[in-house]
Nanobody, 121 residues
Framework: QVQLVESGGGLVQAGGSLRLSCAAS????????MGWFRQAPGKEREFVAA????????YYADSVKGRFTISRDNAKNTLYLQMNSLKPEDTAVYYC??????????????WGQGTQVTVSS
């Protein structure tokens, strides 16, 4: 198993930036593909970005492409999401997940507790 803890969320003005982190413990972090998802109130959880086990391949939702960057440091057992040019519609709880790389929740077996990101207009 792997335990995941997100951090770095907060309140930011539109156009600003945040960097989310996801610290992993337990089984070998580098064994897992990793992803970021988000869930806004009243909406389903949606895919944001994913990264392969080595970090060599990355994938993004169209809504964040060019603004967000996913990365990982396997030596530090940490996943990151750099979010730039934030928009009010990016407001959501952001979750990191471990499993197989993919864009659906079913690809991931392990989830963090989430961190709130709020973007004011």
């Amino acid at each position: 198993q792997v335990q995941l803890v997100e951090s770095g969320g907060g309140l930011v003005q539109a156009g600003g930036s945040l960097r989310l982190s996801c610290a992993a413990s337990g089984r070998t972090f580098s064994s897992y593909g990793m992803g970021w998802f988000r869930q806004a109130p009243g909406k389903e959880r949606e895919f944001v970005a994913a990264i392969s086990r080595s970090g060599g391949s990355t994938y993004y939702a169209d809504s964040v492409k060019g603004r967000f960057t996913i990365s990982r440091d396997n030596a530090k057992n940490t996943l990151y999401l750099q979010m730039n040019s934030l928009k009010p519609e990016d407001t959501a709880v952001y979750y990191c997940a471990a499993g197989r790389v993919g864009d659906s929740v079913g690809h991931y077996a392990y989830w963090g507790q989430g961190t709130q990101v709020t973007v004011s207009s």
